[in-house]
Nanobody
Framework: QVRLVESGGGLVQAGGSLRLSCAAS????????MGWFRQAPGKEREFVTA????????DYSDSVIGRFTISRDNAKTTVHLQMNSLKPEDTAVYYC?????????????????WGQGTQVTVSS
């Protein structure tokens, strides 16, 4: 069983930056692609970014490419999301996800392991 715990959310002004982290425990090391989804009020959970099992493939949604960066530490226990040039439309609960495959894909319904979510609010 994989346990994911997010941290780093908060309130920031438009144009600012935040860094989210997701600490993973349990499961089998080096087995999971990991990434982030987000869900704004009244909207479906949407894909943001993912890093492949081997860390050699990164995937970003069009809405965040060039502004957000995903990375994973060498121990492969923590995934980070650096968010720059934040916009009010980035406001959402951000969820860390782990997927038992080489690639995560972009479908939330394929994800088994989720964190509890962390709120990101960007004021205009």
């Amino acid at each position: 069983q994989v346990r994911l715990v997010e941290s780093g959310g908060g309130l920031v002004q438009a144009g600012g930056s935040l860094r989210l982290s997701c600490a993973a425990s349990g499961g089998t090391r080096n087995k999971y692609a990991m990434g982030w989804f987000r869900q704004a009020p009244g909207k479906e959970r949407e894909f943001v970014t993912a890093i492949s099992r081997s860390d050699n493939t990164l995937d970003y949604s069009d809405s965040v490419i060039g502004r957000f960066t995903i990375s994973r530490d060498n121990a492969k226990t923590t995934v980070h999301l650096q968010m720059n040039s934040l916009k009010p439309e980035d406001t959402a609960v951000y969820y860390c996800a782990a997927h038992d495959d080489v690639l995560m894909g972009r479908r939330a319904d394929r994800i088994v392991y989720w964190g509890q979510g962390t709120q990101v609010t960007v004021s205009s």
